[in-house]
């Protein structure tokens, strides 16, 4: 294993499993609706590219990046969309998909922001909830799994940019974030 990994929080074998059980969550919900999943870049590319998967669901996806601005590891709560959707999202039932949700102040702004261009509903799909860390008042309304306040890297998540390949979520070594 990588030295500045220390331990894997949540197994491929584990991740893979979690995101059928959301997928089937979704499924029964949207059942005779056409969803747009909205993948926030760059993170959550890897849970929306195995959740519409194993949706079994007429679907359509786009994607958003927006930053929210601070240092790496500390949200202000001041959001800015760098990339913005494809199209409208006037009268669609709209998912929000994210790798984890912590502070909380990005999908707080995101569902506003589609609420106020129209959209018809918006529920958010994130595969971490790190629910210790949450600032404002927002829940996913699917959950992947809980986890606990560690530095998470893998499955699309990243330090500086790295280890967003990992097929496991691995918590870094502190030290490595640390200095
Ligand atoms: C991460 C994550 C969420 C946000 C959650 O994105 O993908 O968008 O932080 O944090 P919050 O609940 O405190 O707002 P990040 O800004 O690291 O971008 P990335 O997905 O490109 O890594």
């Given at each position: 294993m990588d030295s500045e990994i220390k331990k894997v929080m949540v197994s491929r074998e584990e991740i893979y499993e979690t995101v059928k059980r959301v997928g089937r969550e979704i499924t029964e919900d949207y059942?005779?609706?056409i969803p747009l999943f909205v993948g926030i870049l760059?993170?959550?590319v890897p849970?929306?590219?195995d959740l519409i998967r194993v949706c079994d669901l007429d679907l359509e996806i786009d994607f958003m990046s927006v930053k929210s601005?601070?240092?790496s590891s500390k949200s202000t709560g001041e959001v800015r969309i760098l990339k913005d959707l494809d199209y409208s999202v006037q009268g669609k039932d709209i998912i929000?998909?994210?790798d984890i949700i912590d502070s909380g102040?990005?999908?707080k702004y995101l569902k506003t922001n589609m609420i106020a261009r129209g959209a018809k509903s918006v529920r958010i799909a994130a595969f971490l909830d790190k629910a210790a860390r949450r600032v404002v008042d927002i829940d996913a309304d699917y959950v992947g799994k809980?986890?606990?306040n560690e530095f998470i890297v893998g499955?699309?998540?990243d330090y500086a940019e790295k280890w967003r390949g990992l097929a496991d979520i691995c918590a870094l070594k502190n030290e490595v974030y640390e200095k």
């Open positions: 059942k005779d609706k760059k993170g959550a849970f929306l590219a601005y601070g240092s929000i998909v994210e102040y990005t999908l809980k986890i606990e499955y699309g998540m």
